[in-house]
């Protein structure tokens, strides 16, 4: 039975004994000491709402709400200067989706968790900030947040909370990315239309509240979390491996060889050779040929467009997308089944790590399974409906770094969960030739000397998930992460003397990517 904490004037409407408090601020303060499993804390005027908690929330969930019908949306959005994160953007309000962006107007809390992180973070002036703060950190730490239309029943609400102030902007940008991102995105916030003599005052008021107010301490290194059930929510019927390949002979076989050995083993593998025809060995597949193995030779290579003949091909209901100079821990399978099993999420993603690392190297704020803001396409379960659903991988990433980033975005805007399994590990051989190498493309904040940067396809990510205001920021801080990289003065010199050259080749890039590849609806799964 959850226990209701109703606050505001409207209170004409509530039972007689139930205490209606003055602010949203006074309800919250009393939340982490009570005694049942859920706390409902809610504008009085939304009470019927409150009285109606969805199953799914209170089966699954650590914190639900459903912020982004009631005032949340595009919150704290100063952020979206300082980083490209798929959890900076505002998934579809309509469905039940993993979002932080929770407001006390209506939102369900377990006091437990709430002890375990120590509480709201004093250091935000307003009630919204600190709970969409919880929300935040409650993610990091493996906890299940979610927004559920289902709380407002048929039509989403008329009401709105009050909106979040600047210095609680920059204290979430202080406390979770940092000094310095705080201060590109003071600078640039103006482009926002933000004053910018308001702009460096409330910076400056939200450093010495963070400095005057103390990161709430967890009272343990364990979090009491319902991401991960004691029980299965679904089964996993049916798994079909794909491993695009280009030219990498010398480690395909190793790849194939680990995901058979696997228990349970991938029902089907179906591999897309996309070496060009004189250079193909097929000798390399004979000792797997028979029942669950087939080979896919395409002329034209492109990692989306393979990957996506493949899951058109595929029978498995889940695809293990995979690459071809990997080779899997021996339970990866077992550990990527289990997850999607007892979360009930869409997908799995795993771990990637060089041939000389173990598991230690795995940073402990990653230790645990927790709601995911990134994706691997190179280790990584996931339904294949969902795949459909979104359109497969884009094509134009078929050249360039970050379609994994662009699919996890888009499974991620309409609503699909992806788990972090830091369980599910894979020895990564990074292949010196053949795959990505063949076009160059190493790593996304790589540069060469004549090469355009940032890489197009970032240009293509920014202008795809990011209003306008953002592109110009978001393009330079690629220079700033770069310029940190470089060890020798003379390319950094070089980097900044020639980054109006460089952008400029990239926007150009990106333009033709958008129009020649774009999202090409006869080059997408489903189509």
């Not at 003599?197 to 343990?220: C, D, E, M």
């Not at 467009?305 to 889940?318: D, H, L, V």
């Not at 003379?490 to 774009?518: D, N, Q, V």
Request: net charge positive; hydrophobic share 40%.
């Amino acid at each position: 039975m959850a226990e209701l904490f109703p606050y505001g004037r409207n209170a004409s409407g509530l039972p007689d004994g139930l205490r209606c408090y003055e602010t949203a601020s006074e309800a919250m303060s009393v939340i982490a000491d009570c005694p049942a499993e859920t706390a409902v804390i809610y504008d009085a005027a939304l009470h019927s709402s409150a009285l109606q908690i969805p199953e799914s929330a209170a089966a699954k969930d650590d914190l639900s709400h459903a912020g982004l019908l009631l005032g949340g949306a595009g919150a704290l959005g100063l952020s979206r200067f300082a980083c490209l994160n798929w959890f900076l953007l505002n998934p579809n309000p309509n469905y039940r989706c993993a979002s932080w962006r929770a407001t006390p107007s209506l939102c369900m809390i377990r006091p437990e968790t709430l002890r375990d992180l120590g509480g709201f973070d004093s250091a935000y002036e307003s009630p919204a900030a600190r709970l969409m703060d919880y929300g935040f950190r409650l993610l990091s730490a493996g906890g299940r947040v979610s927004h559920d239309p289902a709380w407002l029943g048929s039509g989403p609400s008329m009401h709105k909370s009050d909106p979040i102030g600047l210095v609680d902007e920059f204290v979430f940008l202080l406390r979770h990315i940092g000094r310095l991102h705080a201060a590109w995105s003071a600078f640039w916030s103006p482009l926002a239309g933000v004053n910018p003599i308001a702009v460096w005052s409330a910076f400056g008021r939200a450093r010495r509240r963070v400095r005057q107010n103390l990161r709430p301490i967890p009272s343990s290194g364990v979090v009491s979390s319902r991401l991960i059930g004691a029980e299965k929510r679904q089964e996993v019927r049916g798994i079909t491996a794909i491993i695009p390949t280009l030219n990498r002979y010398d480690y395909i076989a190793r790849s194939i060889v680990s995901l058979l050995k696997q228990n349970p083993r991938p029902d089907e593998v179906i591999v897309v050779d996309q070496t060009p025809k004189e250079r193909r060995q097929p000798e390399i597949y004979a000792p797997f040929e028979g029942p669950g193995f087939r080979v896919i030779y395409q002329d034209r290579p492109g990692q989306s467009t393979s990957r996506n003949a493949a899951i058109k091909e595929a029978t498995g209901e889940w695809c293990l997308l995979w690459e071809d100079d990997t080779e899997a821990w021996d339970d990866l399978m077992q550990e990527h089944v289990r997850a999607v099993e007892y979360s009930g999420a869409d997908a799995s993603t795993g771990v990637s790590l060089a041939p000389w690392k173990t598991a230690e190297y795995i940073p402990e704020k990653k230790r645990h399974h927790q709601l995911a803001d990134v994706l691997a396409t190179g280790n990584c379960l996931v339904r294949r409906d969902a795949l459909l659903e979104v359109g497969g991988l884009d094509v134009a990433f078929n050249r360039g770094s970050g379609a994994d980033h662009d699919l996890g975005t888009r499974l991620y805007l309409s609503g699909k969960e992806i788990v972090f399994n830091p369980k599910a590990i894979e020895t990564h051989h990074k292949a010196p030739s053949g795959g990505m190498r063949t076009y160059g493309a190493w790593w996304r904040n790589s540069t060469t000397w004549l090469s355009p940067y940032p890489p197009p396809t970032q240009v293509y990510t920014v202008r795809r998930y990011y209003p306008r205001q953002y592109w110009l920021p978001l393009y330079l801080l690629h220079f700033w992460t770069a310029a940190h990289r470089q060890q020798k003065f003379t390319e950094l010199m070089w980097l900044w003397m020639s980054a109006p050259w460089k952008l400029w080749r990239s926007t150009r890039a990106a333009s033709r990517l958008k129009t020649e590849l774009g999202l090409l609806a006869d080059s997408r799964v489903g189509a």
